[in-house]
């Protein structure tokens, strides 16, 4: 018994995830922008949500977060600084902090850079962490609010987890930051292999997201994998990070 991870496609390339500790039931929901594919995954799964969890404000990770917390009765959480920023927020956390879902612990991480109030969920026992838009498979998030310094910092401390910890990323970018990671990286054979992996899976793809089964999903990926694959995750200095995500912005 644990955490049962349930992957639902939103929008048009966002992955939401519905948390359920198997030994209660209890449930949250992580990074919603739209209701409906949510609550159709709970009514499936009969899940009991007891929380809303946002990584960070931006609408395609917590639009839906009033609708859910009205319809469940759930606090909702973030960063202590998105306060009057992420909709329907409640509750504050800050590095360090825990949150918990039914006999699940998460402890947070602070990583900002793609936005300056931005949180991952480390649950340690699952071997699983919730990165929002901060570590993509392949790649990392535009630098919207903050530097490559702080990127690089966020870095760090995501790639200071063990190498089996999945990786629960917000967008299915994992193809073409692949690409990406071939260009910067040409004699990475890793990142070859894995690319060649990922179009396989990504080749018979549903034309809409929204009907995307777990097959046609390249997420997770794993801490390990990242270290070995991502040209952000492997750059030595905060300028090589820079440098590699100016690349990118223009690639």
């Not at 991480?109 to 990165?131: E, K, M, Q, S």
């Not at 390249?218 to 990242?226: F, N």
Request: include cysteine.
């Amino acid at each position: 018994m644990g955490l049962r991870i349930e992957r639902i496609p939103t929008l048009g390339d966002n992955y939401t995830y519905l948390l359920i500790c198997e030994e209660t039931n209890q449930a949250a929901v992580v990074d919603a922008p739209e209701t409906d594919p949510v609550v159709k995954r709970v009514q499936e799964t009969g899940a009991d949500v007891t929380k809303i969890l946002s990584t960070h404000h931006h609408w395609d990770h917590s639009g839906a977060n009033p609708d859910l917390a009205e319809r469940y009765g759930a606090p909702v959480f973030g960063h202590v600084s998105d306060a009057d920023r992420i909709p329907g927020f409640t509750d504050g956390l800050e590095e360090g902090d825990t949150v918990t879902v039914g006999n699940q612990t998460a402890r947070i991480l602070f990583i900002p850079a793609h936005t300056r109030g931005h949180i991952a969920y480390v649950f340690d026992d699952a071997a699983a962490v919730f990165c929002g838009d901060t570590l993509f498979a392949g790649g990392c998030g535009r630098l919207f609010e903050g530097d490559p310094g702080m990127m690089f910092e966020a870095m760090q401390k995501l790639g200071a987890l063990p190498d089996d910890t999945r990786v629960f990323c917000g967008h299915e970018y994992t193809e073409s930051n692949l690409v990406f990671a071939a260009h910067a990286e040409p004699d990475n054979r890793a990142v070859a292999e894995k690319l060649e992996r990922v179009r396989r899976i990504r080749s018979d793809a549903a034309a809409d997201w929204h009907d995307a089964t777990p097959a046609e999903m390249t997420i997770p990926s794993t801490i390990g994998e990242e270290r070995a694959t991502n040209p952000f995750l492997r750059a030595d200095t905060a300028d090589e990070l820079g440098q590699r995500r100016a690349a990118k912005d223009s690639f």
